[in-house]
C-alpha cells in the first residue's frame, strides 16, 4: 500500500526513467481518502455511446482502501429520457437495466505530452468493457484525437486487450484508427491469475511517437507524423502533437457493459474495476 512518504517523495523529486531524461510527477491520485473521488473528478450522466447498455451515473464510483472502486450493477428502473417513438437509441430505452460509472478530468487536469502510468485491477466477465482512455479539448470527435491506453472487450469473438488511437477522416465521426488487439489468452497464458491481479498501463507520449505498455510490455506505437486529421470540416491538425494555444487532452476512467463487451453473465455482477493510482509525468 502506498504511503503518504511515497507520495511525498514523488511530489518533491524527480523520478528517474531507464532510458530516457528526467520525469517530475506533475498530477496523481492515489485515491488514499475514503469516500467521494477529488474534486478532479467529475462524471458523465446518462446514456452516452456505442448504444452501451449502462447508464453512468455517480453513485456507482468511490473511493474505499487505497482504490477507486467504479461498480457495475444490474438494476432495473425507468428512463427519465424516455420518448417513446424516438429514434435517439438514448431517449427510446423505456427501462434503465444495469449502471455503471464513468469519470473525467476535464473539468480538473488537462495536459500535452507527457508519461501517465494507471494501476488497476479490470473485471473481464462477459459483457465488460473497462477502459483507460484520453480525449482532445478542442473539436468534435473524432477530429480532437482519443487515446486508448487500455480496453477491455470482445473483438471478433475473442476476448482481448486493446491499445489504441483515432483521429478524424474525411467524413464527420468516422475515425482513422491505429489499433493493436491483443487477445486476452496472451497474457493468461504466461499467468493464469492474471485477472486476480493490479497490472500497469502506461503511456509515453511526445510529440513524436505515442508508446503504450501492459506492464512494461509495449502493445503499440503510435508515429504522429501519420495522425494528421483527413480534412472534414477544413480541419487538417494533428490532435496528438501541434502547438495549437490551450490544446491539451484529458484522461477518462469507465466500465462500459455490453456492446463490444458482449453480452452480460449477470452472474457475475456486481462487477468491480478497481483503480490504485493515476499519474501523470512530464520531463
Not at 488514499?32 to 478532479?40: A, F, I, L, Q
Not at 505498455?213 to 509495449?218: A, I, P, Q, V
Not at 501519420?226 to 484529458?250: A, D, L, R
Request: with cysteine; aromatic share 16%.
Amino acid at each position: 500500500m502506498k504511503t503518504v512518504i511515497g507520495i511525498l517523495l514523488f511530489l518533491m523529486f524527480p523520478v528517474l526513467v531507464k532510458g530516457q531524461k528526467e520525469y517530475r510527477l506533475v498530477w496523481s491520485d492515489e485515491f488514499e481518502v475514503d469516500g467521494r473521488p477529488s474534486k478532479d473528478w467529475t462524471f458523465e450522466r446518462g446514456f452516452k455511446r456505442n448504444q452501451e447498455l449502462q447508464w453512468y451515473q455517480s453513485q456507482n464510483a468511490w473511493v474505499k482502501d487505497g482504490c477507486l472502486v467504479i461498480e457495475g450493477r444490474k438494476e432495473h428502473r425507468k428512463n427519465p429520457l424516455y420518448e417513446a417513438g424516438s429514434s435517439d437509441w438514448r431517449k427510446n430505452r423505456e427501462f434503465i437495466e444495469y449502471t455503471s460509472s464513468s469519470l473525467t478530468t476535464r473539468l480538473g487536469f488537462q495536459f500535452l505530452y507527457g508519461r501517465v502510468e494507471v494501476r488497476a485491477k479490470i473485471p473481464v466477465a462477459s459483457g465488460s468493457w473497462p477502459a483507460i482512455w484520453l480525449l482532445g479539448n478542442k473539436w468534435e470527435w473524432p477530429q480532437n484525437g482519443e487515446i486508448d491506453m487500455m480496453e477491455y472487450y470482445i473483438k471478433d469473438g475473442v476476448p482481448s486487450i486493446l491499445a489504441n488511437a483515432c483521429w478524424g477522416s474525411t467524413e464527420r465521426w468516422k475515425a482513422v484508427w491505429d489499433s493493436v488487439v491483443m487477445p486476452f489468452s496472451h497474457f493468461t497464458e504466461k499467468d493464469p491469475d492474471w485477472a486476480d491481479k493490479f497490472h500497469i498501463w502506461r503511456m509515453d507520449w511526445d510529440k513524436d511517437f505515442i508508446r503504450l505498455y501492459l506492464d512494461d510490455e509495449l502493445l503499440n506505437e503510435i508515429d504522429l507524423s501519420k495522425t494528421v486529421n483527413g480534412g472534414y470540416g477544413g480541419n487538417h491538425e494533428n490532435p496528438f502533437s501541434n502547438t495549437i494555444p490551450g490544446f491539451k487532452h484529458y484522461i477518462l476512467l469507465n466500465l462500459a457493459l455490453g456492446s463490444n463487451g458482449g453480452e452480460p453473465d449477470c452472474s457475475q455482477f456486481p462487477l468491480r474495476y478497481l483503480i490504485d493510482y493515476v499519474r501523470v509525468y512530464q520531463k
